[in-house]
């Protein structure tokens, strides 16, 4: 009863990703042969074959945690949900800082009100998506939400170093000021992510914990870092 739902990520299962995947499995269990480990370090080192191979993984990921639920009894109902960003706000938000500079606007300003203001609109954006899936899980009574998805500080620093870098006159922002909007953002993310679980309290949601391998205490993830009686963070030792 399994079907592969959006056929247009279907050609991205080649022959060559199934190899990769058969390889890496081999190497880990320490059953490689010779020549295994060089066949993977060659396509590691193939932009066009890395590209695919992470479209994939992020078609896939949640995709085959399902499958290991609906295979628990005949009697589980799964329901699917892909969320796919269609346009992201930090595109209007590097035009909002180039169109300061050309007003004259002071870098130290543009930093402080400018970038912090949008990064506040881009949590607000990103948790708006998830509010009308929380109101179907409680119109339906689903019991338990399985989430294989996170945002953390290092994602975080990916988006905000570049904002920094343009805002600064392309001069590399400092690893403190990086490391300070990063969590910044990453705190919004999980305060506009609370309606996620707020709207629907009597389903369980269970959360990835994340794969950066530091202290959610200190180093918040969302919506792992959610904190209310329906929600658990699961991570793996």
Do not use: C
């Not at 399994?2 to 199934?18: M, R, S």
């Not at 949640?62 to 589980?76: L, M």
């Not at 002071?106 to 400018?114: A, G, R, T």
């Not at 400092?174 to 993310?189: G, I, K, M």
């Amino acid at each position: 009863d399994n079907f592969l739902i959006d056929i247009t990520q279907a050609g991205l299962l080649n022959d060559e990703v199934k190899k990769f995947f058969s390889l890496q499995t081999k190497v880990l269990l320490g059953k490689d042969e010779v020549g295994d480990k060089d066949w993977l370090k060659e396509k590691a080192g193939d932009q066009e074959f890395r590209s695919r191979l992470m479209q994939f993984a992020a078609f896939a990921h949640g995709t085959h945690v399902s499958g290991i639920v609906a295979a628990q009894s005949a009697d589980n109902k799964v329901l699917t949900v892909r969320l796919i960003p269609t346009s992201s706000p930090f595109q209007d938000l590097e035009r909002q800082v180039r169109k300061a500079q050309l007003e004259g606007k002071e870098p130290h300003w543009i930093v402080k009100y400018l970038i912090k203001g949008g990064l506040i609109a881009f949590a607000k954006v990103q948790a708006s998506v998830f509010t009308p899936i929380s109101s179907y899980l409680a119109f339906h009574k689903v019991d338990v939400v399985n989430g294989s998805f996170g945002f953390g500080v290092p994602q975080a620093r990916g988006l905000v170093t570049p904002l920094l870098r343009l805002a600064l006159n392309k001069e590399e922002p400092s690893d403190a000021l990086v490391d300070e909007y990063a969590l910044f953002l990453t705190r919004q993310v999980v305060d506009a992510q609370n309606s996620l679980v707020t709207s629907a309290q009597d389903t369980l949601f269970v959360f990835a914990a994340g794969n950066d391998g530091t202290s959610n205490d200190v180093y918040p993830v969302a919506p792992a870092s959610l904190r209310h009686p329906n929600t658990i963070s699961v991570a793996a030792v």
